[in-house]
């Protein structure tokens, strides 16, 4: 009946991210202005991604190994939970985009590589619902998994600095440290990152109990 | 949660003070009351989860 302590501190976390990135200084900035905020809202979206879609291979090695259908079901609700920050990662990237860029969708490298990943992650929910047999669906969709996570990162992580880009840290744009003259956006932001990795787990964790009760009651009946 | 809240107001009321901005605090405990709601809502799901694994 407890809640577990991570679960607990990650709500903490994000609700301090939450009111302490729009209460604290911001230094000044062109263009981005007060809109700098949303490193606080729309990038941890996309590390909680990455950390999530990690926990997903991580538990799909972990059933190729050993053979548990837990361990599946495990991998496919961290990759559902991934998505899902990633679809956020996209919309509130695009409100950003069309108020700092100009428009919705630009031609940055990182923009598109992000979206090709994504679809590569929608293409593995539809695998999975298109394999009747337990065993092979969860064989195929760990397979799939393991190649799909390390182009993931090389697609948004690698790619986008080998080219210009508009995202800062890549290509010709200075990075994070540029935006951050007295370290106080960090004091926000990590806090931001871990919290939303810990919430984003809190609700992968609810899937999987959820789905585990259900796989019970189906080996019942 | 009320005190969270109270805290969260003062702190708010402090900064936009400093800032000269009007009743910003307010929009900043709503979106604070918002996620503690959201928030309380996964713990009753966790709970519930929690008696059925019993079961």
Partial sequence: MVIKWWKILGAVLVLYALVWGLLTPIPKLAILEESIRNLFYHVPMWFGMVFLLLGSMVNAIKFLRKGDLNDDIKSAQLAN??????????????????????????????????????????????????????????????????????????????????????????????????????SKLRLVFYPAVIGWTLIGYWIADLAIRKELIKQKQLNHE | MNSILNTILLQAQAFTEQASTHKFEVTVAVIAAIFIGIVGYLVSIDRKLSKLEKK
Avoid: Q
């Fill in chain 1, 81 to 182: 939970v991934g998505v899902l920050f990633g679809m956020m990662g996209i919309v509130t990237g695009m409100i950003w985009a069309k108020n700092t860029w100009g428009d919705y969708w630009t031609n940055d490298p990182k923009l598109n590589s992000a979206a090709i990943g994504l679809l590569m992650y929608f293409a593995y929910i539809v695998l999975r619902s298109s394999i009747e047999d337990e065993e092979k669906r969860a064989r195929v969709s760990a397979v799939y998994n393991i190649f799909s996570f390390p182009v993931f990162v090389v697609l948004i992580f690698i790619l986008p600095r080998l080219t210009a880009s508009l995202h800062p840290g890549n290509g010709g744009n200075p990075g994070f440290n540029s935006y951050d003259l007295d």
